[in-house]
């Protein structure tokens, strides 16, 4: 089992940024894929961007594609997702998850393991 844990959301006005990280434990390897998820009120739990623990292969949303930047730092076991030029629409919880095996997945029940989300609200 593998333990994530989110930090970084907050409140910014639109046009702003915002980094997130989320901080694996427990049984992390490199077979893994991880990916950023969010979910806005009365939504579903949507795809924001994914990326596998070995390579430079990255995915992104449409709608956020050219604003949202996903790294990791294997050295700490850590996922960031850089938010720049934010808009109101990209108010949400914010999680992070991860799926064993490295191939691409966008369908939340695809992934073994979540954070506890962390809020991100932008206002206009």
């Known amino acids: 089992q593998v333990q994530l844990v989110e930090s970084g959301g907050g409140l910014v006005q639109a046009g702003g940024s915002l980094r997130l990280s989320c901080a694996a434990s427990?049984?992390?390897?490199?077979?893994?894929?991880m990916g950023w998820f969010r979910q806005a009120p009365g939504k579903g739990r949507d795809f924001v961007s994914g990326i596998r623990w070995a390579g430079s292969m990255t995915w992104y949303a449409d709608s956020v594609k050219g604003r949202f930047t996903i790294a990791r730092d294997n050295a700490d076991n850590t996922v960031y997702l850089q938010m720049d030029s934010l808009k109101p629409e990209d108010t949400a919880v914010y999680y992070c998850a991860a799926k064993r095996g490295i191939g691409y997945s966008k369908t939340p029940a695809d992934f073994d393991s979540w954070g506890q989300g962390t809020q991100v609200t932008v206002s206009s």
């Open positions: 427990g049984r992390t390897s490199v077979n893994f894929f």
